[in-house]
């Protein structure tokens, strides 16, 4: 007989070697980061597409320097053209002028800066005092935030469906079964697949999240991964929990929605009672605190459920 | 190819009765009738008429302009116009952006120095129709899951094909079934539409049951293969909706070139014109016979594969396959985070790409690499074969060090090209990224020289390196991927190649005749080696 832990590391590598061939379970995993950056993607290139070049449109006849260095100073340049309008309408430029009359498409912050130049030569008019700055990732901590919560619940989610699905599909197709004839506890048997089934969520969640980092930048990025394994491992017991002896056919829709619920409702403990959305894994997701707390409780769920199967029988 | 009227329409019956049959039948109709029944008589002038944003005010803000509608006072860091005064008194606007509406009351009492004209067009867009086509087409989506896959899980597809009916008559007639509802769902919808005013009459209506129909085809084709529901399900629900919607915003973009390109464009195309975005019947005719002609070579294609059952088809080689799939997903995963935040720089913003983490992009990059390194090989029978993860000899490490030289000299190689994306690319792997860069190199390498070239050869493992890690270097990076390959190949482990380009990256630098010489030599040595292990036994893997 095997010692126990290399029982369950063999079992372990067995079923996530079958979560890794089925084509499903990777594409399904991989499905929200690739939706969720191909989005941001094609909308960046749309705009970089339609967006006009850094110029402002001046007629061929503009001899005023000061202009020319004052949009310097923001890396916009001076182009002159025959038609400052039509150069707008074209987007060749951002925006341009003629005289009195300022062209635009919208309203850029290079419309500002024309018009404050402008208006400055008429000082008895109200005046304006462009306020021009680019956005950094760190003026930008919603959008990060929100999409890295997204995510990883749509994992936390993933993290039900695959820990009850493996043990409904193995019952079916007579594995369990014949796992259970083997020498060891059936506990072990439940471990290798929470651990699996985690391993392979966290291995896709993970990446997933350093791929938004890359992109939109994610605060507290490593805080946003420790809530989201949280939650992913948080979900893997409670699908293995659910399904409890059941399989895919003998009521295993029933148990999965109310594994969904169970994780839904964990979600909404955090919201109706804040103090525990820091430490409750799933209601954690998006936290800035430190992950240690939702992690221990997650492997508190994981040592519920794995013991728990300790009762079920292989029918 | 013979298409049987009455056996055509003998399948659709059946698979119609089959949905609509029992309590659970009158699901579908009801979803279709509870969306687009709203959808087509709800009183708005436009379904994307959008909210204008709230004006944030601060400081001494004048009385006509805190009556403005749409307004806000806030503190003077949130706010979008902060109002003071100037020495002279005169009122100075410190703002983000100024609506026109604040710039014509603020100008009201004296003539304006200064005159504003957007000459922007009022972008064009779809009608309420866009929303019918796109319910009836997304409703289906269940029922095209489950048309052949369902069919194939209950062991009746066999049962179908052994009838006296052709594959066409089998695929002619489900498509008809599900295209045919859809169509008729949107168009009663549309009439109501017009019949309540909501809508005008236009050549849009005749686009409009082309949607359903080409989605259908669409959804069949993706699922033909599929064995069961569940893998049906998947495929139509995460398919189907990307697909329609990036048509339809492809369409858009080159309509906005000429609305005949647009139309072309199939699906996406009929999508827009039955929205009515574009005046005449050109672009309606055109979207019409693209999105059709499209939909009847898809229906062909299923109805020629549904014969296969577990086997999905293939219509390339191997090779071919394996160089235009690992060439596809390596761009995706090196590219997209390493190159991606260009983007922002292209689009407007250069310092929030400036501030985005390279290292993040490195993890990103070399996690999806190992992902699919392992993934893929995990499809065969022994993952360590599929990724060449065995030792090798001794004979073979020589060699290997004698290489690492000339490594570092062609990845220092300048690149070709040096905008924004290209420098991204080939700063990426720089050693000053630590750890990242060395994980992101040896994942590059498991994939690369590990699954790719095992699974498809030197030449396929070659190009598709040379093109995913070494676009800006083309000639460098193929002579790196060249030497890497070889060492694999020689070596028949990916260890030699993983540690050469992982010490590669910190090599001393010599000069380029020291390096040739040192690379020459190693390649004298390990075919010296190669000639003596060929006398041993011969070599099996490659």
């Excluded at chain 2, 790196?480 to 190649?497: F, G, I, K, Y």
Aim: charged share 15%; aromatic share 8%; glycine share 8%.
């Amino acid at each position: 007989m095997r010692p126990l832990p290399s029982a369950i590391a063999l079992l372990t590598l067995a079923s996530i070697r079958r979560l890794l061939r089925e084509g499903l379970v990777i594409r399904s995993l991989i499905f929200p980061v690739a939706l969720t950056t191909g989005t941001e993607v094609v909308t960046l290139g749309v705009v970089a597409i339609t967006v006009p070049d850094d110029q402002v449109a001046v007629p061929t006849s503009w001899t005023d320097d000061a202009l020319g260095q004052l949009l310097a100073t923001h890396q916009i340049t001076l182009e002159p053209t025959s038609d400052p309008a039509g150069a707008v309408f074209n987007k060749e430029a951002k925006a341009g002028f003629d005289g009195s009359k300022v062209y635009t498409l919208g309203l850029p912050p290079e419309l500002l800066l024309v018009e404050s130049y402008l208006r400055s030569k008429h000082p008895e008019s109200w005046q304006i005092e462009p306020v021009l700055r680019e956005h950094r990732p760190q003026d930008l901590p919603g959008a990060g935030r929100l999409i890295s919560r997204l995510v990883s619940a749509i994992y936390a989610l993933y993290g039900v469906v695959i820990g009850a699905g493996m043990i409904a599909r193995d019952r079916d197709d007579g594995t369990l079964a014949a796992e259970f004839l083997l020498p060891v506890p059936r506990f072990a048997i439940a471990a290798s697949r929470w651990i699996a089934a985690s391993l392979v969520l966290c291995g896709c969640q993970i990446p997933a999240l350093f791929l938004l980092d890359a992109l939109i930048s994610v605060p507290d990025l490593y805080a946003q991964m420790g809530h989201g394994a949280a939650a992913s491992l948080t979900s893997c017991a409670i699908g293995l929990a659910a399904i409890g002896s059941s399989g895919a056919k003998s009521g295993f829709s029933a148990r999965l929605a109310g594994a969904l619920s169970a994780d839904f409702a964990l979600y909404l403990a955090g919201r109706l009672i804040p103090g525990l959305a820091p430490i409750l894994p799933v209601a954690s997701l998006g936290q800035a605190s430190e992950p240690w707390l939702p992690l221990i409780l997650a492997a508190l769920f994981a040592l519920g459920s794995i013991f728990q199967f300790q009762r079920v029988n292989g029918r | 190819m013979r298409l049987r009227p009455t056996r055509v329409v003998a399948v659709a019956r059946r698979d119609l009765a089959m949905e609509t049959a029992g309590r659970k039948g009158i699901f579908l109709p009801l979803i279709l009738v509870g969306l687009l029944i709203p959808a087509a008589t709800v009183s708005t002038d436009s379904l994307f008429d959008f909210p204008k944003p709230k004006v944030r005010l601060s400081g001494d803000i004048p009385a006509a302009i805190q009556e403005l509608p749409n307004t806000e006072i806030t503190n003077s860091t949130t706010s979008h116009i902060h109002f003071t005064h100037n020495e002279n008194g005169v009122l100075v606007l410190h703002a983000r952006w100024i609506p026109d509406e604040v710039r014509t009351l603020l100008d009201k009492d004296a003539p304006a120095p200064v005159q504003v004209i957007d000459v922007g067009k009022e972008a064009q867009l779809p009608k309420r129709s866009l929303l019918l086509a796109l319910i009836a087409s997304s409703v289906l989506s269940g029922a095209v899951a489950e048309s052949l896959p369902g069919e194939r899980s209950r062991r009746t597809l066999e049962t179908l094909l052994a009838a006296a009916i052709s594959h066409g008559e089998l695929v002619a007639g489900k498509w008809l079934a599900w295209a045919g509802l859809g169509a008729m769902a949107a168009t009663v919808a549309a009439l109501l539409s017009m019949v309540l005013g909501r809508q005008s009459p236009g050549p849009w209506l005749l686009a409009l049951p082309f949607v359903p129909a080409c989605t259908v085809a669409l959804g069949m084709f993706l699922v033909r293969t599929s064995n069961d529901l569940i893998g049906g399900s998947a495929v139509a629900i995460r398919v189907l909706p990307a697909l329609l919607t990036v048509s339809g915003v492809i369409a858009w973009m080159l309509g906005g070139i000429d609305p005949t390109l647009g139309a072309l464009l199939p699906l996406g195309g009929a999508l827009l014109a039955a929205g009515g975005l574009w005046e005449g019947w050109t672009p309606v005719i055109l979207s019409v016979l693209s999105t059709g002609t499209t939909a009847a070579v898809l229906l062909a294609l299923t109805s020629r594969d549904i014969g296969g059952f577990q086997e999905s088809s293939s219509y390339f080689p191997e090779r071919l396959r394996v160089l235009v799939g690992a060439t596809a997903v390596g761009m995706a995963i090196w590219w997209m985070p390493v190159a991606g935040p260009a983007l922002w720089s292209a689009a407007g913003n250069s310092v929030f790409a400036s501030g985005l983490s390279t290292a993040s992009a490195q993890w990103a990059a070399a996690m999806f690499f190992l992902i699919a390194a392992f993934g893929m090989s995990a499809q065969t029978s022994d993952i360590p074969k599929a990724l060449s993860w065995r030792s090798p000899t001794i004979s073979t490490w020589l060699p290997t060090l004698l290489v690492i030289p000339a490594l570092h000299h062609l990845l220092a190689t300048p690149p070709l090209w040096t905008f924004d994306a290209s420098l991204r690319l080939f700063n990426a792997t720089a050693p000053q990224l630590g750890v990242a860069a060395l994980v992101g190199v040896l994942a590059q390498e498991l994939f690369f020289r590990g699954w790719v070239l095992t699974r498809a050869g030197p030449i396929v493992g070659i190009v598709s390196s040379t093109l995913v890690l070494f676009p800006t270097q083309p000639i460098a990076g193929l002579l790196v991927s060249s030497l890497l390959a070889w060492l694999a190949l020689h070596s028949r482990s990916v260890w030699p190649s993983m540690f050469a380009h992982f010490a590669a990256m910190f090599a001393i630098p010599l000069s380029p005749l020291g390096s040739t010489a040192l690379a020459l030599g190693g390649l004298a040595l390990s075919l010296f080696y190669h000639s003596k292990d060929k006398q041993v036994s011969a070599p099996s893997a490659f």
